[in-house]
C-alpha cells in the first residue's frame, strides 16, 4: 500500500483543514487506517483512526474537534480539522496497519510522507 497525504496548510487558531490521503493497492478497504503527528522536538503522536467498518478512535487532545473518516471507493481517508490551536501545529501522517483499531504506531505497516499543517495565533 502506497498513502499519499495533502491538505496541509497555514491556518489561524480556530480555523479549519481537512486532510486527504490516498492510498494505492487493492485491499484499501480492508486496512485500518490512522493519522499521526510529530511536532519538532516531540514524539509521533496518535491522532485518529478508522476501520474498514467505520469504527473510529480519537486522541483525547483532538476529541469533538477533528473527525476521521474514509471512502473506500476512492481509497481515501481525510481528516477534518476543525477549531485548531497552535498546539495542532505538526507534520500529520497517513498510515495503514492490518490489525483492528491500533494506536500504536509500532504495529503500522505503511506510511504516508507527512504534510505541514501550521496554526498561528
Known amino acids: 500500500v502506497q498513502l499519499q497525504a495533502s491538505g496541509g496548510g497555514l491556518v489561524q487558531a480556530g480555523g479549519s483543514l481537512r486532510l486527504s490521503c490516498a492510498a494505492s493497492g487493492r485491499t484499501f478497504s480492508r486496512y485500518t487506517m490512522a493519522w499521526f503527528r510529530q511536532a519538532p522536538g516531540k514524539e509521533r503522536e496518535f491522532v485518529a483512526a478508522?476501520?474498514?467498518?467505520?469504527?473510529?478512535s480519537y486522541a483525547e487532545s483532538v476529541k469533538s474537534r477533528f473527525t476521521i473518516s474514509r471512502d473506500n471507493a476512492k481509497n481515501t481517508i481525510y481528516l477534518q480539522m476543525n477549531s485548531l490551536k497552535p498546539e495542532d501545529t505538526a507534520v500529520y501522517y497517513c498510515a495503514a496497519t492490518s490489525s483492528w483499531l491500533t494506536t500504536s504506531n509500532r504495529q503500522y505497516d505503511y506510511w504516508g510522507q507527512g504534510t505541514q499543517v501550521t496554526v498561528s495565533s
Open positions: 478508522i476501520t474498514w467498518v467505520g469504527t473510529t
